[in-house]
């Protein structure tokens, strides 16, 4: 397990992040536009589901200036939020109902802005904490 989260090291985060982050704007404009045609469905979910790596990327950046032991965390943080994200997103159904009105779209509108709040506070708290 040490030799995965080692293999990510900042460089590479930020740019697997910076891809992603490309590939889900495409998807968000392909989506917004109409241009996907029959699979108007597909990309809606794939745009949802990868614009994780949007915020992912803004605070790859963010801590690539911090102290190493800033990064660690993060990064430690961000990897088993993305295991309990896709985890999440792969137990909740496509569609919503009157009965239970929790869908993907939903969850990724839930699930994206608590990992930005949960983040900034982890790095304000370790960037201000002395060893």
Do not use: H
């Not at 009105?101 to 708290?125: A, D, E, Q, R």
């Amino acid at each position: 397990m040490k030799n995965i989260f080692n293999w990510f090291t900042k460089k590479r985060i930020i740019l697997i992040s910076f891809i992603l982050t490309s590939i889900s704007v495409s998807f968000i404009y392909l989506n917004d536009s109409n241009q996907c045609f029959w699979m108007y469905k597909k990309c809606e979910l794939i745009a949802y589901a990868i614009t994780i790596f949007i915020p992912i990327f803004v605070f790859s950046l963010l801590t690539y200036f911090f102290r190493v032991e800033v990064f660690n965390f993060w990064r430690r943080f961000t990897f088993v939020y993305l295991l309990l994200y896709l985890f999440v997103s792969i137990l909740v159904p496509f569609q919503c109902d009157a009965y239970f009105p929790l869908c993907k779209k939903n969850t990724f509108l839930i699930l994206i802005p608590l990992y930005m709040g949960v983040s900034l506070i982890l790095i304000i708290y370790k960037s201000f904490k002395r060893d």
